[in-house]
């Protein structure tokens, strides 16, 4: 049976998570279940399987439960500056944990968009 990591795992690469702990659970078997479902009929091992899901739980988490942004600062002369967030990217790359569940992917699955076009022909 797959070995799924555990919150420890994923509080020990998030950088500045002090939230609750409590959804990681639940983040953690979406993150398997998606893993299972695109690499299902490959082979690997379980320690690739393990990374993998730990990396996509915690791009899970920052997308849900700390929101990973660029805040930008605008200033208008002598005023003090107005913050804002911007997300403007899309995916996996919108964490850096996402993206290097991406860059540690031997097989190149994540982060492609799977495109299916039906066409029906009447004749």
């Known amino acids: 049976m797959a070995t799924n990591p555990t919150a420890s ?7 500045d998570y002090t939230g609750s702990t ?16 695109l690499y299902n009929g490959l082979t690997f091992t379980d320690a690739f399987r393990t990374t993998i899901v730990k990396w996509l739980a915690a791009h899970l988490v ?49 982060g492609k968009k799977v495109v299916s076009i039906n066409s029906i022909t009447q004749l």
Do not use: P
């Open 9 to 15: 795992d994923i509080t020990a690469i998030l950088d």
């Open 22 to 37: 409590t959804a990681f659970d639940s983040l953690i078997t979406d993150a398997a279940n998606y893993f299972d479902a």
């Open 62 to 110: 920052v997308s849900t439960l700390h929101k990973e942004v660029n805040n930008v600062a605008i200033s208008a002369g002598s005023q003090s500056s107005v913050y804002f967030s911007v997300l403007s990217r899309e995916g996996l790359h919108t964490s850096r944990y996402g993206e290097m569940a991406m860059t540690l992917d031997i097989f190149n699955l994540l």
